[in-house]
């Protein structure tokens, strides 16, 4: 089984400012990795799939890189909104399984 | 407009069995995978069970492989979770989520249905 590691567990920054989340993998899962933004009492919410592609409806302060075992998610410009707990996943072995990481809080 | 709706939660005791169901509208199940993931009370995601689009293949998650079984009905657009010899750490919001195409993406999440294990 494939180990996702986020950190920091907890990230509090001022508006305005570029948040790093991160999220480190035990073993390669090539590029395999999505981001999701959750709120209090709401569905989580797909930020971005394989890597680097923003899904439809996010807006271009959030963007994705990395490959292999690293990852980050950038939010380039803190909104008040944009407070939550965020997660990475990914995909392993076929027929396919998945994992998350622990979370990353991201305070405002 | 697409849409999925999960049901069935409710207070079960350990060992008990539920059956939840997810109600999709607007696609079609023959063109998109499934999964159902939870959400614990320490507020962590847990995947718990994927299956693909044409509806062949399976996977569970170590926890819960033997006791949860998923399936479908195209006929119906729906999607089910069995779920037997339930266990207090079983307790959490179950989602009913759609794979975006083949990306390694979940795009679209029902609001949850809440399952407590209890006696």
């Known amino acids: 089984e494939v180990v996702l590691t986020q950190f920091p567990d907890t990230l509090s920054l001022p508006p305005g400012e570029r948040a790093t989340l991160s999220c480190r993998a035990s073993q390669s899962v090539s590029n395999y990795l999505a981001w999701y933004q959750v709120k209090t009492g709401q569905p989580p919410r797909l930020l971005i799939y394989d890597t680097s592609n923003r899904a439809p409806g996010i807006p271009p302060r959030f963007s994705g890189r990395g490959s292999e075992t690293d990852f980050t998610l950038t939010i380039s410009s803190l909104d008040p909104e944009d407070v939550g707990l965020y997660f990475c996943q990914q995909r392993f072995s076929w027929p396919p399984m998945f994992t998350f990481g622990q979370g990353t809080n991201l305070e405002i | 407009q697409v849409q999925v709706v999960e049901s069935g939660g409710r207070l079960v005791r350990p060992g008990g069995s539920l059956t939840l169901s997810c109600a999709t509208s607007?696609?079609?199940?023959?063109?998109?995978?499934m999964t159902w993931i939870r959400r614990t009370p320490e507020n962590g995601l847990e995947w718990i069970s994927y299956?693909?689009?044409?509806?062949?293949?399976?996977s569970y998650a170590d926890s819960v492989r033997g006791r949860f079984t998923m399936s479908r009905d195209n006929g119906e657009n729906l999607v089910t979770l069995q779920m037997n010899n339930l266990r207090v750490e079983d307790t959490a919001v179950y989602y009913c989520?759609?794979?975006?195409?083949?990306?390694?993406?979940?795009?679209?999440w029902g609001p949850g249905t809440q399952v407590t294990v209890a006696s």
């Open positions: 607007g696609f079609t199940l023959t063109g998109h995978y």
């Open positions: 989520a759609r794979g975006l195409g083949d990306y390694v993406g979940l795009g679209v």
């Open positions: 299956m693909s689009a044409s509806g062949s293949s399976t």
